[in-house]
Every structure is written in structure tokens, then in C-alpha cells.
């Protein structure tokens, strides 16, 4: 699935190479052959089309894929051993322990002049000094050389590792800026040395900020709500997500918060970047959601509820409710669950909320109500001052009162506003529900 994290890359990628006249090169990085299935690929793919970076845009340049590259990749190991800046080594972990006496020491050298001609391919880093990332959000990053190992570009049957296979592949396409979350900033260190000894330029580094969840840790696929698909699936809009995500570590300026992307892209600059952990908050992600959703045209609204609603359903009688749904979801898959009740024979009842309306005079209320339905004017503001009329002769407010009414209406304590919702229902099948739960009441 792809990560959320991801998708706020890719679309600050995406913001800087619009406004800058530059690509945004998708590449998928498949060397790995363990995490390499068809359907993943696609999945990125889909996300990143639902958030709007697709191929109907001349700045979008692909999807590669790393393993086409791979002549490069064993051409860059080759020519950084014929130039000595790497070198083959058979070292095997138990080696380095019996040579270390410890568990944690980094590599020592040992094959650095053993002039061996096959095995793992290693590059040489420097002995002394520092390695230094200049970074556009963190600054000078320095990392000592003396604590960096010869790490290695290359296995033993020849493939490339991710820091080198990466490392070719920017400098084949010509890649300009790195933008990536600060978990690849050790890689960073190493293709800095990388790049020059192949004989090209560093890029542009700029490393983002980690998302962490509500409790400050680092969000977790095996812990969190994470996948961009499954907050499509439950009914994000996916320009909401665009927001939202374009504000974990950036933001326009001022006061304003919800802003859509034609208008939040000029502005954007990595320069403004924070460096500190940003939070997903998803009560505000549907908070923002719930703004999108109530500025859709009334149409579009209801023609992207269609997926979430029985096919069976009367499409007309939907759209008498829409404009009351509209008001109130945050995700458009709470919409079944807030008309559900004017096309079922009978409402879903939630127990729960059952019993929290059904506490206090249910059977009076309904019974008094049950008699103004038989009889009363069938609009909203009719059907209002007779359930208030009941309730004031039984000395309560009418949010007390209607609370079991909305129960045996709707089988639920909250929805749409009630008196609308009834009129729609009908007078038949509104007389028939409270019949109904007063029969359950044993009334």
C-alpha cells in the first residue's frame, strides 16, 4: 500500500517541479526482488493518479523502473574499480566478529589491499575528515568520516545495492533535486561520495521531516492508519488529501488552511520546509474533508456517493436527502448509514443507541406523536411544533423527545435532520415505525 509519507513526497516533488518549469520523474525501484509484486507497482501508481500526479501532465515523466537500468548500475561498479575507489571483498559477518570481538563494530578494511577479483563490491570511503550533506531544510549535515564504514555498492553475483543503484539512476535522468524523507539522510552521506566519483555533480538534497501519530512516534504500517488507498476507499476527497498533506511541514503563510492547489502550488518553497516531526491529525483531515465535501456542487456530491449506496436504491429519493447529507458527513462512506433507514423496510436498529433514547417516557412520547402523524400537516416545521407539543405536555424539551423518535425512525440517536427526514419518508412508513418500536417497547 502506498504510504501517506509518500504521497506528501511526492506531491512537494510534484509542487517544486510545476512551478520550476522542470519533470517529476516517477521511478520504481525494483532491484529487491522480495518486495517486487505487479499489483504493488499498480498501486502506487493509482495513488499517485488520485492525488493528480499521472501522465496527463507534461511535467510527469514514466514510471521507470530501476531494473532497466542495471547495465549502468554494473557499469558504474565497474569503473569505480577500475578507478580504486572500490574494491571486492568476501568478508562474512562471523569474519568481522572474529577479527572485532564485537557484535556492533562497522567494517574494518580488512580487504581493502587484499587485491581480491570477485566477491561483494565495496567503496572506499575516506579515512579522515568529514563527508558534508547540504541540505535546504537542515542545513550543513556533517557525518565523520572515521565513522563511516566501506560500505557495500554491490552483491556478489554483481547486483546493485539500493545507495548506488540510486545514485546512477539520479544521474542518468539527469535528477536536479533529491526530495525525500529524512530517513534516506545516511544515504545522502554516501552518495555524496558516490556521485563525484562517478563523475557527476551532487543534486540538490532536501530531506523531510518524519510524520509521527498522535502519540509522537513515527507513523507505522503495522500501527497506523497509513495507506493513502484506504482513506480513498473510505471516502476522502482525494483535493482534501492534497490539502492536507501539502501542510504537514510546509504551510502558505498566514491564517489559512484550506486552499486549493492552484493556489497553494506557487507558493510552496522547500526553503520554508520545517524541520521538526509533523503530525497526522486525522480529526483534522476530516474536518478538512468535511469542508471539501459541503463545497462540492450539489451533483457531483451525489454522483460521488454513488459508490457507497446500494445500487437498488431509488436514485430520486436520494436526491430529496442530499442536500441535508451534504451538511453533515466528513467521508463519503457515512452516507449509507445516514439515508440507509429510507429504503429498508425497516430501520437498522443500534442497540446502544436504543437503549440511551429509550430511557425516559419512550412510550408515552411515541404513543402521543404516533396520534399527531396520523393527522398533522406533512412538512418539516408541522411535523416539529407537534413532537414539541408532545413533549411540553410531558414537561420536556424537544431534544428530549425526539430522541426516541429519531431512534424508531431512523434506528439511529444521530443523521439528518429528523423532521426533514421524516417527510421524506412518508407518513405511512413513519406512522408504521413508531407502531413498530412501541411494539418493541411491549406498549
Not at 545516511?186 to 552518495?191: D, H, I, P, T, W
Not at 493556489?263 to 468535511?290: C, H
Request: glycine share 8%; hydrophobic share 40%; proline share 5%.
Amino acid at each position: 500500500m502506498f504510504h501517506v509519507g509518500g504521497a506528501r513526497t511526492a506531491l512537494f516533488n510534484w509542487a517544486l517541479a510545476e512551478q520550476s518549469g522542470g519533470v517529476f520523474v516517477l521511478r520504481i525501484e525494483d532491484t529487491d526482488a522480495s518486495r517486487n509484486q505487479p499489483e504493488w507497482t499498480e498501486g502506487i501508481i493509482s495513488a499517485l493518479a488520485w492525488i493528480g500526479i499521472n501522465g496527463t501532465n507534461p511535467v510527469f515523466e514514466g514510471p521507470y523502473f530501476q531494473s532497466t537500468f542495471e547495465p549502468q548500475h554494473r557499469e558504474a561498479v565497474a569503473k569505480l574499480l577500475a578507478d580504486g575507489r572500490a574494491y571486492f571483498c568476501d568478508c562474512t559477518r562471523e569474519d568481522l566478529v572474529a577479527r572485532t570481538g564485537s557484535e556492533h563494530k562497522g567494517y574494518d578494511g580488512h580487504c581493502r589491499e587484499r587485491g581480491l577479483s570477485a566477491g561483494a563490491v565495496r567503496f572506499r570511503t575516506p579515512d579522515e575528515g568529514v563527508t558534508v550533506v547540504d541540505d535546504i531544510i537542515r542545513g550543513r549535515v556533517e557525518f565523520p568520516n572515521d565513522a563511516q564504514e566501506d560500505f557495500v555498492i554491490a552483491r556478489t553475483d554483481g547486483s546493485p545495492l539500493y545507495v548506488l543503484a540510486n545514485a546512477v539512476d539520479d544521474i542518468t535522468q539527469n535528477i536536479t533535486h533529491v526530495v525525500r524523507g529524512e530517513e534516506h539522510l545516511g544515504n545522502a552521506a554516501k552518495q555524496v561520495m558516490l556521485w563525484p566519483a562517478l563523475g557527476a555533480t551532487t543534486p540538490v538534497w532536501a530531506h523531510l521531516p518524519v510524520i509521527v501519530n498522535e502519540q509522537r512516534k513515527k507513523l507505522s504500517k503495522r500501527r497506523d492508519k497509513v495507506a493513502l488507498e484506504s482513506y480513498r476507499d473510505e471516502g476522502y476527497l482525494a483535493e482534501a488529501m492534497v490539502n492536507y498533506l501539502m501542510l504537514l511541514g510546509w504551510g502558505p503563510g498566514g491564517d489559512r488552511e484550506i486552499m486549493p492547489w492552484a493556489e497553494m502550488m506557487p507558493l510552496f518553497s522547500l526553503e520554508n520546509v520545517n524541520s521538526a516531526s509533523a503530525f497526522f491529525d486525522e480529526k483534522k483531515l476530516r474536518a478538512f474533508n468535511g469542508e471539501y465535501i459541503r463545497a462540492l456542487p450539489l451533483e457531483i456530491f451525489e454522483e460521488r456517493c454513488l459508490p457507497y449506496l446500494d445500487p437498488s436504491w431509488d436514485a430520486e429519493l436520494f436526491s430529496k436527502v442530499a442536500p441535508l447529507a451534504q451538511t453533515r458527513i466528513p467521508v463519503l462512506s457515512e452516507i449509507r448509514q445516514n439515508v440507509d433507514f429510507l429504503f429498508l423496510d425497516e430501520p437498522v436498529f443500534d442497540e446502544a443507541s436504543w437503549d440511551k433514547a429509550m430511557k425516559k417516557n419512550p412510550v408515552e412520547i411515541l404513543t402521543g406523536y404516533l396520534s399527531a402523524l396520523e393527522v398533522v400537516n406533512w412538512d418539516p416545521e408541522s411535523l416539529k411544533d407537534a413532537l414539541l407539543k408532545v413533549g411540553e405536555e410531558l414537561g420536556m424539551g424537544l431534544s428530549k423527545a425526539q430522541a426516541p423518535v429519531r431512534v424508531a425512525i431512523t434506528g439511529r440517536t444521530v443523521g439528518l435532520p429528523l423532521f426533514e427526514s421524516i417527510e421524506v419518508l412518508g407518513r405511512a412508513k413513519s406512522v408504521e415505525r413508531v407502531r413498530a418500536a412501541l411494539a418493541k417497547l411491549g406498549a
